[in-house]
């Protein structure tokens, strides 16, 4: 039981000491019950970065799970930066400002 509390204790450190101070991005997902009523929504993987599709089975779902991408990612995902990851920073940059550009052109079009 010293080992777990331990452990928590470790972790939770790890994870103020890096910013991470919303345990619920880093947690697993939790179905509770036996009701088979089936889950789908987003969870936050912290290998990939960002939020990613879960699906479970259970009575309600808690933890480290979201109905809405907009949403986990607004929570969990960390601010893209140049000096933490410059390709991966230029890669979205510029998606986005594509985005908005062919945005606006339909708009225009439509």
């Not at 991005?25 to 912290?46: A, H, R």
């Not at 990851?85 to 986005?96: G, H, I, K, M, Q």
Request: aromatic share 12%; proline share 5%; glycine share 4%.
């Amino acid at each position: 039981m010293k080992v777990v509390a331990l452990l928590s204790l470790m972790f939770i450190a790890s994870c103020v000491a890096q910013k991470k101070t919303d345990l619920q991005c880093y947690m697993d997902p939790l179905p509770e019950g036996f009701c088979g009523e089936p889950f789908i929504g987003y969870t936050y993987s912290s290998v990939r970065a960002r939020c990613v599709i879960h699906e479970t089975q259970g009575c309600s779902i808690s933890g480290n799970f979201f109905t809405d991408k907009a949403k986990c990612e607004a929570k969990c995902k960390p601010p893209l930066t140049f000096s933490a990851s410059p390709f991966s920073y230029l890669a979205e940059t510029a998606f986005n400002e594509a985005s908005k550009y062919v945005k606006q052109l339909l708009s225009q079009v439509l």
